[in-house]
């Protein structure tokens, strides 16, 4: 849907975005990560037609952004980090002045705008001076234009700043939701968020790719092997013969004892075996209670940190 070849920006002297390639699937909500400075909301402009490369090309569905700027700009929906806000429009009236620029047939206007204002929660805020609403609101309103005219498309860049917990779980479920029928760019600094909504992580530093994959197999490619942490209702002397005798099964530590009559261990299996129902068989014929298992893989905060840091490292 969206293809990035080879995209380069500089300033003077200094590159901001180094010959960047990456892929944007149909249907995907791909998560765009990366520290201050490193070149994210730069190749989100790029992408939007709002600054040009320096080097490469830009194509949507098969269109250059350069040589069919409308088209490109036509099937993209846009909210940046600080959204256009026009403060003393009503909300409704700014959503129809966005829809009369993206040039949304009037006979769908109306449809239109209730529509994403009711998806993003402002229906009630429809008659109210944009310049007395939240933080919150603004950031709703941000978002509400992006939708205006169904585009194919949607970049947004920080939609919960300035949520409050509620409203960024609201806006989450929005996200995952509009992930049946768009496809979503998502730059965020909320690492939990990007993991909870988007089937695929992009991490770029210094303007360059330094990852690209699901955080579960960013997580094993980093740790190199696949533990589970397990909490059975039974002695350690029983449990850990059973699990060492399993298929699959490199390596079984026991964590000692947190609660009564229980142990934690650690079981290390073979990188590509997934032995959680071997274990739980096991632990279910012997009569031995699984208490708590889940997998140890990394966080996308934690991969997210090993990388920028064998980033800083390496150079």
Known sequence: MIQVESVTKKYGQRVAVDHLDFLVNKGEILGFLGPNGAGKSTTMNIITGYLSATEGSVKLDGHDILEEPQ???RQIGYMPEQPPL?????????????????????????????KAMERTMITDMRGRLIKNLSKGYKQRVGLSQAMIGTPPVLILDEPTIGLDPQQIIETRNLIRDLGKEHT????????????????????INKGKIVASDTPENLSRGLVGDNRLTLRVAAAEKDV???LRKLDNVLKVDSLGKKEPETVDVVVEAKREADVRRPVFNAMAKAGYPILMMKSMDLTLEDIFLNLITEEKEVS
């Open 240 to 242: 850990l013969p059973l």
């Open 86 to 114: 026009y403060m003393d429009m009503t909300v409704r009236d700014y959503l129809a002045f966005v829809a009369d620029i993206k040039g949304v047939p009037r006979s769908r206007r109306r449809e239109n705008i209730d």
């Open 71 to 73: 088209e490109v700009k």
């Open 184 to 203: 979503i760019l998502l730059s965020s600094h909320i690492l939990p968020e990007v993991q909870a909504v988007c089937t695929r992580v992009l991490i």
